[in-house]
């Protein structure tokens, strides 16, 4: 089974950056797109950003455009999420998804990705 493990949450300061991971195994990751959601407290979760397979091909949601970059390193079977100039908004817990695909075309939608990992606490304080 394919596994997911984020890394790199904390709590940070307004303005502040986080570098979040995401280790992926079990999978050949070069074949897989890769995504970040997050989940506020009461609140669905909701796309953050994704990378296509070859990384030449990203989105972002509006809310972080700007902000946050979305990488990834296929040799190391990871993907990044550098987040600078957080705000109180960003709060929440962070989820990578994969979901095994070859198209340029990323999908905001949850359901469309297959697997997820456990999340990772970002806490922004103002």
């Known amino acids: 089974q394919v596994q997911l493990v984020e890394s790199g949450g904390g709590l940070v300061q307004a303005g502040g950056s986080l570098r979040l991971s995401c280790a992926a195994s079990?999978?050949?990751?070069?074949?897989?797109?890769m995504g970040w959601f997050r989940q506020a407290p009461g609140k669905e979760r909701e796309f953050v950003a994704a990378i296509a397979w070859r990384g030449d091909s990203t989105r972002y949601a509006d809310s972080v455009k700007g902000r946050f970059i979305i990488s990834r390193d296929n040799a190391k079977n990871t993907v990044y999420l550098q987040m600078n100039s957080l705000k109180p908004e960003d709060t929440g817990v962070y989820y990578c998804?994969?979901?095994?695909?070859?198209?340029?075309?990323?999908?905001?939608?949850?359901?469309?990705?297959?697997?997820w990992g456990q999340g990772t606490q970002v806490s922004v304080s103002s």
């Open positions: 998804a994969a979901r095994e695909s070859r198209s340029l075309v990323l999908p905001m939608s949850t359901s469309w990705y297959t697997y």
């Open positions: 079990r999978l050949i990751f070069s074949d897989f797109a």
